[in-house]
DNA sequence: CTTGACTCTGTAGGTGGGTACGGACTTCAG
DNA sequence: CTGAAGTCCGTACCCACCTACAGAGTCAAG
């Protein structure tokens, strides 16, 4: 399997080099194996991970939480439990993000047809969409 | 209607008296009428304005989104047209984060699973969630 | 009518998440 | 075998988004 330099790496990613070695730094993406010459040399499979980063980071994670995704795994020799516990917790959270959004969508969808109809809206309509506000943290 | 002083509502939105001073100078809230005192007197809407900031935040909206997104509203006097196609944009931006969201979720709950299994994954599943990616912006 | 909590303005400091040097070395295309 | 482009490490800088003073004035319970 081919192999990238952090430049291939980078650009394959959308992002700056400075990014991946920040990236490496925060522990989000494992230290590649090095060419003789100290160049950083990263398998493939490093691209995905920095375009989740970047997914989730779009959503409203921060950067440690995304670490968190990232360690989420079925690990032989360590809780099963917890794992379980936390992603479920995960899950929670996720929805609630979900459900926000669909409320954004709806009033906005409502906006739009109110500019169809001509139908002045003297009052911000997007507001009420998630005042009766739940979920969260 | 009771009006409310920047701590009370501060209190009731869950964030410090500085932020909503924040919020105030960014144009994010609009400037309350004072009392003689020079006492800031908000209307109890404010404290729904400064909820749904916080919420579009944990969205992962910037400010100058969020900015964008209060504006939002069918105005007699103003384009209707332009309105409705930022509105549009917005709800595609939204789709495509319910979707990647959606995927994350998935991802979680195959990883709950495999673990009631005891089945380990060697690894990381949530990743594979947002491999393929497309949305954003 | 005092005392403790609250508010005012202004400015400075802090954290998260990058971004940009600088000076030396490596790679590779021509 | 040379020059341009890429990489190394370290440090310093930057922007978004708060957060924390300082010093002076306000409010309200006892």
Known sequence: MATFTIGAVARRA???????????????????PRR??????????TVGRILFIRRAKELGFSLKEIHELLE???????SCARVQR?????????????????RM??????????????TPTTECPI????????GGR
């Open 127 to 134: 507001l009420s969409s998630l005042n009766l506000a739940q």
């Open 86 to 102: 936390s992603a479920e917790a995960k899950i929670v959270d996720i929805e609630g993000k979900i459900a926000s959004l669909r």
């Open 14 to 32: 959308g992002v700056g080099v400075e990014t991946v070695r920040f990236y490496e730094r925060e522990g989000l993406i494992p230290e590649p």
């Open 105 to 118: 969508r709806r009033a906005l969808k409502d906006l739009s047809k109110a500019c169809e109809n001509r």
């Open 72 to 78: 989420f795994r079925v690990h032989p020799r360590r």
């Open 36 to 45: 003789p010459s100290g160049y950083r040399d990263y398998p493939p499979e």
